[in-house]
């Protein structure tokens, strides 16, 4: 995907930052506590399992941080910021 296109695709998902020469996407989730974001953290897994597309996630106490990259292609593709967008969307609908 050239700068252009992940910026294009960006704009659907504007919490979400462009990294590593425009390879990846990331965004901080931020919760009220540590059991909010383990929760939350299922809900990333219960997705990634379902789509077959798996982030990297870390977390911790109030905060879970998703990274997004097709690792195959060693960039990104549409699929991330599909991903990225029901990410958002699981945070809104609660």
């Given at each position: 995907?050239?700068?252009?296109e992940?910026?294009t695709?960006?704009?659907?998902?504007?919490?979400w930052?462009?990294a590593?020469?425009?390879?990846?996407?990331?965004?901080?989730?931020?919760?009220r506590?540590?059991?909010?974001a383990?929760?939350?953290?299922q809900k990333?897994a219960?997705?990634?399992e379902?789509e077959?597309?798996?982030?990297d996630v870390?977390?911790g106490?109030?905060?879970v941080?998703?990274?997004l990259q097709t690792?195959?292609i060693?960039?990104?593709?549409?699929n991330?910021?599909?991903i990225?967008?029901?990410l958002?969307?699981?945070t809104?609908?609660?």
């Amino acid at each position: 995907m050239s700068s252009a296109e992940v910026e294009t695709f960006r704009t659907k998902v504007p919490e979400w930052t462009v990294a590593d020469s425009s390879s990846r996407i990331e965004r901080t989730f931020r919760f009220r506590n540590f059991a909010e974001a383990f929760a939350f953290v299922q809900k990333v897994a219960e997705l990634a399992e379902s789509e077959g597309h798996h982030p990297d996630v870390s977390f911790g106490w109030g905060y879970v941080t998703v990274s997004l990259q097709t690792k195959k292609i060693k960039g990104l593709h549409e699929n991330d910021f599909i991903i990225a967008a029901k990410l958002d969307e699981i945070t809104k609908s609660g």
